[in-house]
């Protein structure tokens, strides 16, 4: 079982990325699946999660209206469309999947997190 972030990089404020989690062996449909990002010397922080039918996203107040998740199931995927970036979005971004009843992810909290990807840097320049 193994999630891979991708899609980081370099930006100036106000560009954008899109991330996306990608899954090999097993499913991600059957799970809610978050993103998370964190800062050197920070915890860890609930971003964006998409429930397992991909009826109901969940978004952190700092990014609501500016970040987009979405999943497509067919390529075992998950995306986090990241718009309006700010130097602040700076960070190392995570892919994690809840494959309980969906409640961390929910949640935004990485207690209950099962499985998490090697991340992804995102550096937003000012």
């Known amino acids: 079982v193994q999630l891979q972030a991708s899609g980081g990089g370099l930006v100036q404020a106000g560009g954008s990325l899109r991330l996306s989690c990608a899954a090999s062996?097993?499913?991600?449909?059957?799970?809610?699946i978050g993103w998370y990002r964190q800062v050197s010397g920070q915890e860890r922080e609930g971003v964006s999660c998409?429930?397992?039918?991909?009826?109901?996203?969940y978004y952190a107040d700092s990014v609501k209206g500016r970040f987009t998740i979405s999943r497509d199931n067919a390529y075992n995927t998950v995306y986090l469309q990241m718009n309006s970036l700010k130097p602040e979005d700076t960070a190392v971004y995570y892919c994690?999947?809840?494959?309980?009843?969906?409640?961390?992810?929910?949640?935004?909290?990485?207690?209950?997190?099962?499985?998490w990807g090697k991340g992804t840097q995102v550096t937003v320049s000012s």
């Open positions: 994690a999947a809840d494959v309980w009843d969906g409640s961390s992810c929910h949640g935004l909290v990485t207690y209950g997190m099962d499985y």
């Open positions: 998409i429930s397992s039918s991909g009826g109901s996203t």
């Open positions: 062996g097993f499913r991600l449909d059957y799970y809610s």
